[in-house]
């Protein structure tokens, strides 16, 4: 029986598969496309079952010229570039194909055309059935008795013999290169006849024989267009034949070479993984067989999965069996055998043992957030299901004892991604520590004066009254405040004012629309101010005293360490980083947070961190020199926008200039600072080209983090955190990637900067009374004890000089009774 051999178009695949997820693209969870990979791998699977070869090569094109430049200079010479999303796939699928034991076919100055000819007709010549899977129809020339072309098509496979190339093109294998000289190829550059496409190529081969008849004797063809044409253009027209008439070439490949060897599995598993291709992994069997064993849990390292409830259930394991243990006191005396312990949330644990644990931690959860920044949820049971393709049963008794013996395989995973990353001191020097630092916050918890909020409900109660009569008032009527379909009516029907942007049954009524109209109409401001006030009612004056701990009388919130992606932390039930800065409700909401009898509060907060970030990362003579004399930065760039002196610079151009500031810095647009300030777009690009023209370290900056971030596909901040930006490279979301790889650095790096302190403050603070209790971006917030005050100056110094930038770190701090009057 014959042996057979297949020869793999691997160029054409890998582009076909890209574009077949074009409208919606394959992503992993780093962002990456992965559509090409995938769909090269799905295919390839596909026909190595159906053909079951015995050789097999998959041949590329090298991006670099061929010997038909040499014939033809402008040969390929409309195509497109490579999709900037496909080029970094190409290696992954070279990786993928050694890994399965394939034989990669590449050579200089060849094509893959070329390749898979030359050994196709070794193959037949040897006795070998020889199958090609490719998508170009070049290779049809090649086709015989015993050589055969496959195609998967959306209808099924395809395969081609002569008599199908010659039912499908009108003329017999040998002669596609015929046809294809004189019909052209649009997407090779290669001419053709003007005016000739397939049917009228294979018309007149049918009549005249081949092009080289027509050739050498124009005389034989009546079309008197294409007899002219081939009379004037004799060169171009052989040329075109020399193009696509495929010949054997020298190669470095002997047909033994194509023997599969045994696949690489690991290798294989973990660029599966990597990428999340789940289906993959199951399909491979990778995770299906989970032995659960229990049995007495030994060694150095434990793993610890807690099974939610009121009292908390610990299934512990380490790596081969596994226990449930139900006591507290149990798992703590478990926990002090142990040198170190695996967990996807080590202040869960903490809470549910009632102290954060001394052993090294490895914090399954923090540790995928630093890979991932930018994907949501980080549990166990998602990370099992990504890099094992294990869907897990929840009802399943097993269900907390499976977790428990992959997390011993997660943390191997994870730790080599984070090495590979260069993140192992964020993680162990930042991340790791700072999780012990909120574990004591959130059990600190905040101190709130209850009677003052009951106090300043009522009043916003009363407020809210007044302005919705006054609101009545202006309408002529009574209707729902909080119905945009009835708002609108009002506003819009009956009062006639101008509106704005269209919803599906009604005009928008929301801050926005709502804001432009402020200026000239009483009733738009005055919702504006209800919004307000109902807000603050709802999400604080009442909404708080309900989340009192009634056992510590105190708040306790909580901080998340692995939710936003530049590396800022984020506070939840309740959020206390959302209480307004600005306004005089505001800061009445802040005096209602407290310190206990003996206590004052402490409020600590960088100033200017982010700008100050800005002038180290660019290097900025001026904004550098701004901030060591310790200038108004806002005030010189007011001065220098409105080309006018400093000492003329008004609050209100002053106002304009910080927002210009931040603005750069979070990289808006003109469009985006016109509508933030709500003049022209050519005044706000005004504005950045005068910022720009005195700040060119900034721009430069500008224009190399977003090159950088474009070639490399991520930004990284002073400390190494790292976070990907796929947007910049798809069509329709460039201009948020660009905000994003401008921003994430400094905010990043901020972020970082402030948690290395909170943990230098965390060692200071061990042995005292005063505790730290919030942080809410730039700011630390702590009770301080009396007769302990001096330490106000320990932890600003802290603060300033727990990394020393180009340009000083800043930090006001004041004591006051309340949070309010210490900010």
């Known amino acids: 029986m014959k042996e057979t051999l297949l020869l793999i178009d691997g160029s054409s695949l890998a582009y076909r598969s890209f574009y077949a997820f074009s409208n919606r693209p394959l992503r992993n969870s780093k962002g990456m496309n992965t559509s090409a990979v995938y769909g090269f791998v799905k295919s390839l699977n596909m026909v190595v079952g159906e053909v079951n070869p015995d050789l097999i090569g998959i041949a590329f094109d090298l991006a670099r010229p061929t010997f038909r430049h040499e014939i033809f200079r402008e040969y390929k010479a409309k195509r497109k570039k490579m999709p900037d999303e496909l080029s970094p796939q190409i290696p992954i699928i070279h ?5 399965m034991g394939y034989r990669i076919l590449e050579e200089e100055g060849l094509e893959a055309d070329d390749i898979i000819y030359t050994l196709a007709e070794e193959g037949e010549k040897r006795g070998y059935s020889v199958i090609i899977f490719t998508f170009d129809k070049d290779l049809m020339q090649v086709v015989s008795e015993n050589v055969r072309i496959l195609n998967m098509r959306t209808k099924g496979v395809e395969w081609y013999d002569p008599d199908t190339v010659r039912e499908k093109y009108g003329v017999p294998p040998e002669k596609i290169p015929d046809l294809l000289a004189l019909a052209g190829d649009v997407s090779d550059n290669i001419p053709g006849i003007p005016g000739v496409g397939i049917k009228t190529a294979a018309k007149l081969i049918k009549r005249y024989g081949s092009l080289l008849d027509m050739v050498e004797h124009p005389e034989i063809i009546k079309e008197e267009n294409i007899r002219n044409y081939i009379m004037r253009s004799r ?37 599966y993984r ?30 610890v999965v807690i099974s939610g409830g009121e009292k908390p259930v610990f299934v512990i394991s380490d790596g081969e069996y596994t226990q449930v243990v139900f006591d507290k006191g149990e798992m703590i005396d478990r926990i002090n055998k142990f040198r170190e312990i695996i967990t996807s949330d080590i202040k869960e644990l903490a809470h549910a043992i009632g102290f954060y644990p001394e052993n090294k931690i490895y914090d399954l959860g923090i540790m995928d957030y630093l890979i991932h920044p930018n994907q949501r949820g980080h549990s166990l049971d998602k990370l099992v299901q990504r890099d094992f393709g294990l869907l897990l049963d929840k009802k399943s008794p097993d269900y907390f004892k499976i977790l428990s013996i992959y997390a011993f395989k997660e943390r191997e995973i994870l730790l080599e991604r984070i090495r590979e990353s260069g993140m192992l001191k964020l993680l162990e020097e930042i991340e790791m520590p700072l999780s012990g630092v909120l574990y004591r916050m959130e059990k600190a918890g905040i101190l709130f004066d209850l009677k003052f909020l009951r106090e300043l409900s009522e009043y916003i109660t009363e407020k809210l009254g007044e302005i919705s009569e006054r609101i009545y008032e202006i309408a002529g009527e009574r209707f729902n405040l909080r119905s945009p379909k009835q708002l609108s009516r009002i506003l819009f029907e009956k009062l006639g004012l101008p509106a704005g942007k269209k919803r599906k049954t009604h005009y928008s009524t929301d801050a926005e629309t709502l804001s432009k109209l402020a200026g000239e109409y009483e009733i738009a401001g005055l919702l504006l101010k209800y919004r307000e006030l109902e807000k603050l009612r709802s999400s604080y004056t009442d909404a708080l005293p309900l989340m009192v701990n009634p056992e510590t009388g105190r708040i306790h919130c909580k901080f998340n360490q692995t939710v936003a992606a530049t590396g800022r932390l984020s506070a939840s039930e309740p959020n206390l980083q959302t209480i307004p800065i600005r306004g005089e409700l505001g800061r009445e909401i802040r005096k209602a947070v407290i310190a206990e009898h003996g206590f004052k509060i402490l409020s600590c907060d960088y100033s200017q961190i982010e700008l100050r970030i800005l002038a180290h990362f660019t290097g900025d003579k001026r904004l550098r020199q701004a901030f060591i004399e310790g200038r108004d930065v806002h005030a010189e760039t007011a001065a220098i926008i409105f080309g006018v002196p400093q000492s003329d610079v008004t609050g209100e151009m002053r106002r304009v200039a910080k927002v210009v500031n931040f603005g750069l810095m979070y990289g808006m647009s003109p469009y985006g ?57 798809v069509k329709g979301t460039e201009e948020y990637g660009r905000r994003v790889a401008i921003n994430t650095p400094i905010q990043g790096t901020a972020a970082d900067i402030i948690k290395k302190a909170m943990i230098e403050i965390d060692k200071l603070l061990k042995d005292r009374k005063t505790r730290m209790i919030l942080q809410i971006h730039d700011e630390l917030l702590f009770e301080i004890a009396e007769g302990e005050e001096g330490l106000m100056e320990d932890i600003k110094n802290i603060m300033e000089h727990v990394v020393e930038l180009d340009v000083p770190l800043v930090v006001d701090a004041n004591i006051g009774k309340n949070w309010a009057e210490a900010h």
């Not at 990786?95 to 890994?99: N, R």
């Not at 709500?678 to 977003?706: H, K, L, P």
């Open 235 to 271: 060169e171009l027209v052989l040329s075109s034949y020399s193009l696509v008439k495929l010949e054997r070439q020298e190669i470095p490949f002997t047909l033994e070479d194509l023997r599969p060897t045994e696949p690489d599995m690991d290798r294989l598993i973990k660029i």
């Open 274 to 303: 990597e990428l999340e291709f789940f289906s993959l992994l199951r399909e491979m069997g990778v995770g299906e067989s989970v032995s659960v064993k229990s049995g007495e849990v030994r060694g150095d390292v434990l793993s």
């Open 673 to 729: 600072l016109a509508k933030e300030l709500n003049i022209s777009q050519a005044e706000a690009q005004a504005f950045i080209d005068s910022y720009f023209a005195e700040f060119s370290g900034v721009r430069d900056w500008v224009e190399s983090i977003t090159d950088f971030a474009k070639q490399n596909g991520y930004v990284e901040t002073l400390f190494g955190r790292r976070r990907a930006v796929p947007e910049l490279l």
């Open 95 to 99: 990786d993928v194909v050694e890994a």
